[in-house]
């Protein structure tokens, strides 16, 4: 059974950081297209970015960029979330996901999906 588990979450900050990690039960964690979301109370879940199972193929939402950074260690089968800057308006549950093929920024396309962790951002 192919699990995604999320870690890393807390209280935080506005303007501190925190390192999200997401471990994949998966032999092949190295093809999967690896995908971050949140959902903050009340709102849909939004597409933060993505890490390409293409080598060093990143994307992220035009907020994100510059603040949130996401990296792979495909020996470890683990994706990271890694967030400066942190804002309150950050405050959500994180998600990370899973899919075959190319990056895509609609949680539709995603087959596999974590628990989520929340992270609180403090003003």
């Known amino acids: 059974q192919v699990q995604l588990v999320e870690s890393g979450g807390g209280l935080v900050q506005a303007g501190g950081s925190l390192r999200l990690s997401c471990a994949a039960s998966v032999r092949t964690f190295g093809r999967y297209t690896m995908g971050w979301f949140r959902q903050a109370p009340g709102k849909e879940r939004e597409f933060v970015g993505a890490?390409?199972?293409?080598?060093?193929?990143?994307y992220y939402v035009d907020w994100a960029k510059g603040r949130f950074t996401i990296s792979r260690e495909n020996a470890k089968n683990t994706v990271y979330l890694q967030m400066n800057s942190l804002k309150p308006e950050d405050t959500a549950v994180y998600y990370c996901?899973?899919?075959?093929?190319?990056?895509?920024?609609?949680?539709?396309?995603?087959?596999?999906w974590g628990q989520g962790t929340q992270v609180t951002v403090s003003s």
């Open positions: 890490s390409s199972w293409r080598s060093d193929t990143t």
């Open positions: 996901a899973a899919k075959s093929g190319d990056i895509a920024t609609n949680a539709r396309w995603y087959d596999l």
